[in-house]
């Protein structure tokens, strides 16, 4: 894989108590320039961090070529990749007939990822993977810097 035409994001969220105060980060690597983006929200959960750590890269890229998403979250690879078709098809319910647990996110990300070519990629966090660890320093500081 020549990974000079694709666009590679790491992404990663983090919470202090969960719920608490969270940070999410991405790293993107563009063809040509490395991209560092964060964000803070006083109170949070773990898996919306991982989620818009995603919505964000994702919202910054205005370019149509292929998206690779390394992320160490399963809630959000098998949520896009797998859940969300059932999801849709009963009206945003979970099997137990229950809204499905940040719907809001989900539906931002379905919409965002309709007319996008992105594979979606699970890294094993805190493995040594650099740019996971990256990602993961992006949103622990986006929290102690808040």
Sequence with gaps: MNNNTYINIWTDGACSGNPGPGGWGALIKYPDLTQKLSGYEPNTTNNRMEMLAVINALKSINLKIKIII??????????????????????????????VK?????????????????????VKGHSGNIENDIADELATSAIKNA
């Design 102 to 122: 940040n719907k809001d996110l989900w539906q931002e990300l379905d919409i965002l990822t309709k007319n996008l070519d992105v594979d979606w990629k699970w």
């Design 70 to 99: 390394y992320t160490d979250s399963k809630y959000v690879k098998d949520g896009i990749t797998s859940w969300i078709h059932n999801w849709k098809i009963n009206n945003w319910k979970n099997s137990q007939k229950k809204d």
